[in-house]
């Protein structure tokens, strides 16, 4: 049975760990790449989020012979043709902070009426028997004009969720947890694990 085995979230992303372990309560253990002891930066090289969250995994997998999961999360925007996507963490420059790159979107969408836009998330798992399956959520919304709010992480500030009056960052864990792309993929691997 998995739920007896430690799952190792591949990310060195602490918000990313931190929103996880929130996802996942009690039902599993999840150890971080640190707590796991493990010290390397996983390369995205990949024009996929798909490849990415695999290439993740497999990485971790590897050292490790564990169960694993990995994910890789992109902002597509209607009005530039689903750019950034899998560039997003990248968007203003290899290590363009948030602010740069929510800065430079804002910049790109100054004259934009069609705001739309959506966060994709996709969690691979690889399992101790080596299977792989992935999971994938998506969270419908728009891009703010200005910054809202100082929660969060990443481009939560100018993330306005369908149906929403407040951007991700105004959001608590619990309320972004019920709609976020991350929240909806997780819930998936959830129903898998509990049923393996
Ligand atoms: P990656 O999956 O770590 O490559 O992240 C891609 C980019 O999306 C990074 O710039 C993250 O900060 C951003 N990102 C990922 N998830 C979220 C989220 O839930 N809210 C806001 N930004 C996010």
């Known amino acids: 049975m998995l739920t007896t085995v430690p799952l190792i979230f591949a990310t060195n992303n602490a918000h990313k760990v931190l929103e996880m372990k929130h996802l996942f309560g009690h039902s599993f253990q999840i150890l971080s790449l640190k707590e796991a002891g493990i010290d390397i930066d996983i390369p995205e090289p990949f024009d996929t989020l798909e490849e990415n969250a695999v290439e993740k995994c497999r ?15 992109g902002l ?11 560039k ?28 739309q836009a959506q966060f994709k998330t996709i969690i691979a798992l690889m399992t101790v028997q080596g ?3 992935l999971f994938e959520g998506v969270c419908k919304g728009s ?14 500030p100018i ?10 960052a105004q959001m608590s864990l619990d309320e ?6 991350r929240g909806l993929a997780f819930e998936k691997l959830l129903r898998f694990l509990q049923k393996s």
């Open 76 to 86: 597509e925007v209607e009005a530039m043709a689903g750019q950034p996507g899998v």
């Open 143 to 156: 891009i703010l004009a200005q910054k809202q709010g100082d929660g969060g992480f990443g481009y939560d």
């Open 131 to 133: 299977e792989r399956h």
């Open 59 to 73: 990485v971790i997998f590897e050292r490790t012979g564990t169960t694993c999961f990995a994910e890789d999360t």
């Open 159 to 168: 993330f306005l969720p369908q149906g929403h009056t407040r951007s991700f």
């Open 176 to 181: 972004k947890k019920a709609i976020s792309h």
């Open 88 to 115: 997003t963490a990248r968007f203003a420059g290899e290590h363009a902070s948030a602010d740069q790159n929510m800065d430079k979107l804002l910049l790109c969408m100054q004259n934009k009426t069609n705001r």
